[in-house]
């Protein structure tokens, strides 16, 4: 079992930066990578970036190329997203989740453990 607290969610004008935390405890080890989604009102649940824990590779959503950024610090079992020059439609609840599979990481049903998600607003 690995249980996950994610948090850093808030309001934020567009342009903004906002940065997300995902802190994991448990059975950590058998982890493989962790990623995050977000799910606006009345969408899917969708893949925005994934990072593996051993190596550190790292994979996005074309949406958030170039503008938001995933990283790990191995040693505190935390997961972080900073989010740059951020839109309106990035407007949504941020999960993250863990997989202990090999990927492929986009996919929401290859991870196993979610946390409770955290709320971004993005206002115009």
């Known amino acids: 079992q690995v249980w996950l607290v994610d948090s850093g969610g808030g309001l934020v004008q567009a342009g903004g930066s906002l940065r997300l935390s995902c802190a994991a405890s448990?059975?950590?080890?058998?982890?493989?990578?962790m990623g995050w989604f977000r799910q606006a009102p009345g969408k899917e649940r969708e893949f925005v970036a994934a990072?593996?824990?051993?190596?550190?590779?790292?994979y996005y959503a074309d949406s958030v190329k170039g503008r938001f950024t995933i990283s790990r610090d191995n040693a505190k079992n935390t997961v972080y997203l900073q989010m740059n020059s951020l839109k309106p439609e990035d407007t949504a609840v941020y999960y993250c989740?863990?997989?202990?599979?090999?990927?492929?990481?986009?996919?929401?049903?290859?991870?196993?453990?979610w946390g409770q998600g955290t709320q971004v607003t993005v206002s115009s």
């Open positions: 990072i593996r824990w051993s190596g550190g590779s790292t």
């Open positions: 989740a863990v997989t202990t599979g090999n990927g492929p990481y986009g996919v929401r049903y290859e991870y196993e453990y």
């Open positions: 448990g059975r950590t080890f058998s982890s493989n990578a």
